[in-house]
Nanobody, 125 residues
Framework: QVQLVESGGGLVQAGGSLRLSCAASGRTFSRSAMAWFRQAPGKEREFVSAIWGGGSTYYADSVKGRFTISRDSAKNTVYLQMNSLKPEDTAVYSC???????????????????WGQGTQVTVSS
């Protein structure tokens, strides 16, 4: 059984940085896509970023140029470096994983089969 455990959330002022981690156990990254989603109060879950294959990445327009996703396969851990944070980045951030033959990513949350518990990120103005 796959387990995803996030860490690294917290409270930060606008313009600051945080790094989220997602440690996976129970399955390797082979043919997987790992993604970060976020959900703010009263809003739908939103795709943030994904990493798949040999290290290909994709970002939502709202975070492009500010967030960086990366992966350490030896540690089975995915990271989300968040810089230049804005109050509108405030949300619960969750990592997710899916395994397919192609190992490709998706921006749709319902196409991911494993989820972490989420970590709160709060950006004050």
């Amino acid at each position: 059984q796959v387990q995803l455990v996030e860490s690294g959330g917290g409270l930060v002022q606008a313009g600051g940085s945080l790094r989220l981690s997602c440690a996976a156990s129970g399955r390797t990254f082979s043919r997987s896509a790992m993604a970060w989603f976020r959900q703010a109060p009263g809003k739908e879950r939103e795709f943030v970023s994904a990493i798949w294959g040999g290290g290909s990445t994709y970002y939502a327009d709202s975070v492009k140029g500010r967030f960086t996703i990366s992966r350490d396969s030896a540690k089975n851990t995915v990271y989300l470096q968040m810089n230049s944070l804005k109050p509108e980045d405030t949300a619960v951030y969750s990592c997710a994983a899916r395994w397919t033959y192609s190992g490709s990513y998706s921006t749709n949350w319902y196409e991911y089969t494993s989820w972490g518990q989420g970590t709160q990120v709060t950006v004050s103005s």
